[in-house]
């Protein structure tokens, strides 16, 4: 029963290869542990069946009629694109590619460019390399530059932009502290030492411009003192000749002997 099912598979796999002109089967494999051929690429217009088997031919199978793939791996065929409109098939679908369609003569075209492409003259373009397209019938905008390079969340392609990380806001740090209190420190000193120096150099300018007046004043009282003292240095004058002569005597003295 067995045998009879591999047959049947057989044969419609041959029958399928023959409906698209492409070779079935895995086009490059490599062996397991278990000596088992585990397929790496399958040949062109095939899908992939199962991912190791003991014979390479049976990994990968060719699509259906009207069906196409074009990744070496994947486990599904693709339905051929039909041509509506005022358009005509200008390249049949493949197994390995689908179908490629133009504009009939005298007709006017206008094809619809979805996301990932952009529109040209000629059509529709996949979007270049750095660039992306989430819009219908737009041209393709390059990616964002983040700040940081490494700070990048998710790549970008053709139907998306790059994630960039944003960078939280933070409250200033403690380095951030103390350098704003070292600067306000440093401009009140130098707003602080030129204006004490000039207090300093006015009060010392009034000092010396008022030390001469209270020499004058000083000198002033003191001829006062030394006039006040020689008033007082004379007594009343007193009967009899013994007050005199002490008067006469105290003068002498005050003055000084006299010069003939």
Sequence with gaps: ??????????????????????????????????????????????????????????????????????????????????CTANMQVKVNCTASSDTVCECKPGHSCIKECGRGHQPTPKGCEPCPKGTFNNKTNQYCTKWSKCTQPDKILAPGDAFKDVTCERKPATNPTELESKTIAIFVI???????????????????????????????????AGGQTLLDESSFCFPQQEHGGSSQSSTTSLVSQDIGPLVA
């Design 1 to 82: 029963m067995k045998l009879l099912h591999g047959l049947i598979l057989a044969a419609a796999v041959l029958l399928l290869a023959a409906g698209h002109n492409e070779k079935s089967g895995c086009e490059d494999y490599n062996l397991d542990a278990n000596k088992n051929v585990c397929c790496k690429k399958c040949k062109p217009g095939n899908r992939l069946v199962v991912p190791c088997g003991p014979d390479p031919e049976s990994l990968c199978t060719p699509c259906e009629k009207d069906n196409f793939v074009t990744d070496a791996l994947s486990r599904n065929c693709q339905r051929c694109s039909q």
């Design 186 to 220: 440093c401009a009140l000193i130098c707003i602080a030492v030129p204006v004490a120096t000039f207090l300093l150099l006015e009060w010392r300018r009034e000092k010396a411009t008022c030390k001469p007046h209270a020499e004058k004043e000083t000198l002033a």
